[in-house]
């Protein structure tokens, strides 16, 4: 059975510029997590989906942070524009019915 | 406020002994446990979870976890630790859906 899929693996940009991450959860989980993991620490939760709806996104700067999962399967996070502070891991988790969740390898962003 | 904890930062064990790794939570009611590991460069991987019933829970790689109600504690041990243990170590938490990390346990294992 295949993982949590994520790309890019890693992506340096520029701040103030856009960027876009990608994950494709493991086939037949309809919860979908997305996470931000700075170094030394926890991951932190950003944005939980239950198939297309969006059930806690308390925790995502909207100003900034945009978030979709279209047809309750694949999900893309956006940062635009991007800051120095956004540098950190992006895990993506899914998990079936709220239960234990399965990660992918995350996408390390560097801002500079 | 609702919040996990662990104490130790960091620990370092020698090869062949055993490993005791604590976790602590703060809520209102049990939640669900889990224990986390992370190599470098690695996603994170499910070790053993605790929903209900036996308090001691088995896992993969030769680890168990005793959930102590009394104590809200939950912690994770290995009697006889390998090298390739070495990782860094998160408690987790699902309180009626919010999910919440530890912020992790880095292990160093000697030889």
């Known amino acids: 059975e295949a993982g949590v899929v994520q790309s890019p693996r890693y992506k340096i940009i520029e701040k103030k510029q856009p960027v876009a991450f990608w994950c494709n959860p493991i086939?037949?989980?309809?919860?979908l997590y997305w996470y931000r993991q700075n170094l030394g620490q926890g991951p932190e939760l950003l944005i939980r989906?239950?198939?297309?709806?969006?059930?806690?996104d308390s925790q995502l700067p909207k100003d900034r942070f945009s978030a979709e999962r279209l047809k309750g399967v694949d999900s893309t996070l956006k940062i635009q524009p991007a800051e120095l502070g956004d540098s950190a891991v992006y895990l993506c988790?899914?998990?079936?019915?709220?239960?234990?969740?399965?990660f992918g390898p995350g996408t390390r962003l560097t801002v500079t | 406020a609702q919040s996990v904890t662990q104490p130790d930062i960091h620990i370092t064990v020698s090869e062949g002994a055993s490993l005791e790794l604590r976790c602590n939570y703060s809520?209102?009611?049990?939640?669900?446990l889990f224990w986390y590991v992370q190599s470098p460069g690695q996603g994170l991987q499910l070790l053993l979870k605790y929903f209900s019933g036996d308090t001691l829970v088995q896992g993969i790689k030769g680890f168990e976890a005793e959930f102590k109600r009394s104590q809200s504690s939950f912690n994770l041990r290995k009697p006889s630790v390998h090298w390739s243990d070495a990782a860094e170590y998160f408690c987790a938490v699902d309180s009626w859906g919010k999910f919440q990390f530890g912020a992790g346990t880095q292990v160093v294992v000697t030889p």
């Open positions: 989906y239950e198939n297309e709806e969006a059930v806690d």
């Open positions: 809520y209102g009611a049990t939640p669900y």
């Open positions: 988790a899914s998990s079936e019915f709220g239960t234990e969740q399965y």
């Open positions: 086939s037949g989980h309809n919860t």
